[in-house]
């Protein structure tokens, strides 16, 4: 692929220009082949757009991978509460962590990591080879468009996009750019479960009839912030209007930012993305269904969050109907949370079986072997070295999280959907069909559309 040099990239995508960027000091390291370790210059220079709560849980991984060289971290927070159980995070707390590691790995003081307040400025550094896009899900899509384009590989976390349209557009984008990619769902990279949608896959509980997806209900208050839903001054060190980006206008208040965007449907989807990226997956894997969708959602139902800001659904029930008449069931529930399948032979879990011989059946090597994967983390970084196919590419993200989307759609609207999943397109419903995509601000919508493919 032809890299595009940083004027290039700047003239053509309106990338603002950025005062010079320093190129950080890469740790010392054997040579590899002597003692297994990596050379630095054989390192995969790797940033973090987004540093909270779940950035502070990947970059771990990633800090672990002697191949890697966490170099830049990006946040339009400086650092604050309101992440995890009420918990610190933003650009400065993932640095900390960043420069702790390498100068407790080395014995020596690291201070190198670089910490930015506009992802832009990190898709203009040449030595940056990969990125991690850990963002709420209205800012997934221009980041990843943008870094594709930049000649950058890519982890995305889940859900893939906040719609259709976007994710379509994202897949699209590192298809053409040739851009390895990962989408967070780690359930991919899980022996266990790779075992079970094997087992389904195999005919082990007979013709599939039913796929059941349970996700939590509610809206759990995360970050203990749910309760401050009066408009205040935005915090020192927190660019708010950054933060909103591409979606409308609001007043901020504690309750609407950090972990807890995941409540407002200008940002997320509630449960039903936030645990269907995880799951409803699972359920595409097992049905063999990657690269394709149901033809119709049906009998949706929902009760909606009575809060100040919050509207997210917290009770739900879906049914998604696929071409081969298998009907996926996605509702909430509060336990078992997770993925069945049901066949003419019996019923399967993760780690249950009716009847019992099902979960303990092997695997023959003549029959299907899913990809195989046990780190989401490595495997990713494994791809960018060998510039093969990722356990979870942009396709089968994109692909996994629009049952969720057309269940919200579904939902809002309390009407069935048929939806065509070749041409992306719900056939039955123009109202239903402008909820596909979302209006965005200026000038993020005309960036957005630049990168379009």
């Known amino acids: 692929m032809e890299k595009t040099n940083r004027r290039t990239f700047i003239k053509k995508y309106g990338v603002a220009a950025s005062a010079l960027i320093a190129v950080p000091i890469i740790i010392p390291a054997c040579s590899r082949g002597k003692d297994g370790h990596t050379a630095p210059s054989d390192r995969i220079n790797l940033a973090f757009i987004g540093a909270g ?15 890697v060289q966490v170099t830049g971290v990006c946040d339009v927070n400086r650092l604050s509460s309101g992440y995890w159980e009420g918990k610190v995070a933003g650009r400065e707390f993932i640095k900390k962590v960043i420069d702790e590691t390498y100068s407790e790995k080395t014995g020596k003081k690291y201070d190198s990591c670089r910490m930015y307040t506009d992802f832009r400025e990190v898709l203009e550094r040449k030595d940056i080879d990969a990125v991690e896009v850990v963002v709420p899900d209205h800012w997934h899509s221009i980041p990843v468009l943008m870094a594709a384009a930049a000649g950058k590989d890519i982890y995305c976390q889940k859900p893939l996009a906040l719609t259709i349209p976007e994710g379509r557009a994202m897949s699209n984008a590192v298809k053409k750019y040739k851009t390895v990619f990962q989408t967070g769902s780690q359930r991919r990279s899980s022996q266990r479960f790779r075992k079970l949608c094997e087992l389904v896959r195999n005919g082990r509980v007979g013709e599939l009839k039913t796929v059941y997806v349970r996700l939590p209900s509610g809206t759990t208050d995360y970050g203990k912030t749910g309760h401050l839903t009066e408009t205040i001054p935005v915090p020192e060190g927190f660019d708010y209007k950054m933060w909103l980006g591409p979606a409308p206008d609001a007043p901020y208040c504690p ?18 993305t936030d645990w269907g990226g995880h799951f409803n997956d699972m359920a595409q894997w097992g049905m063999g269904t990657d690269d394709t969708g149901p033809i119709k959602v049906q009998n949706a139902r929902a009760t909606w969050a009575k809060h100040p800001i919050w509207n997210t659904a917290t009770e739900f029930y879906f049914e998604c109907i696929y071409k081969n008449g298998v009907k996926l069931i996605v509702e909430s529930a509060e336990s078992d949370i997770g993925v069945s399948f049901e066949g003419t032979e019996g019923r399967i879990w993760v780690n249950k079986s009716e009847p019992e011989n099902i979960i303990t059946s092997e695997i023959g090597k003549d029959e299907i072997h899913l990809y195989k994967s046990d780190d989401n983390f490595r495997n990713f970084i494994d791809c960018v070295i060998s510039r093969k196919q990722t356990a979870a590419p942009a396709e089968i993200g994109h692909r996994s999280i629009s049952t969720s989307h057309l269940g919200n759609i579904a939902m809002r609207l309390g009407m069935d959907l048929d939806w065509d999943p070749v041409n992306e397109h719900i056939t039955n419903s123009e109202e239903a069909n402008q909820m596909l995509t979302r209006k965005m601000r200026e000038p993020w919508a005309t960036m957005y559309n630049k990168f379009v493919v």
């Open 255 to 272: 309750a609407r930012t950090h972990v807890n965007f995941r409540w407002v449907l200008d940002y997320s989807g509630g449960q039903v």
């Open 53 to 67: 709560n779940q950035a502070g849980n990947d970059v771990k991984n990633f800090l672990n991978d002697e191949r």
